[in-house]
């Protein structure tokens, strides 16, 4: 049986940290999470993910620092994430090595499509069990 893809999810938001661990589980994605950039770091070295989505704005080490890690380490698909509208977060996401960048709020679905799409191969989902 293949193994379900790995993702490391990080926001400090912790209701929509719960959405994206519900939504990437429902898409066939094992999913690790983490409420800060610290702890994303520890997550990321523990869980060796296939993917990562990053809130930029993270207490201590925000969502750029964590990228600079993994691309020190990893050329998984990273995807960043903010609720700033600052045009020069989106520019320097990309220069700094992200996969791609989305402001909140976003459709979960489409962050979930965007992450799917990023994977080289592609992502089983769980089949919907019906309840009689």
Known sequence: MKKCPTILVADDEEQLLKVLKVSFGLEGFEVVTANDGLAALRAFEGSQPDAAVLDIGMPGVDG????????????IPVILVTASDEPSYQRRALAAGADGYM????????????????LSAPVPRRRQRSVN
Do not use: C, H, M, Y
């Open 64 to 75: 750029f620092g964590v990228l600079q890690f993994i691309r020190e380490r990893s050329n």
């Open 103 to 118: 402001t909140k709020p976003f459709d979960w679905a489409e962050l979930v499509d965007r992450v799917r799409s990023k």
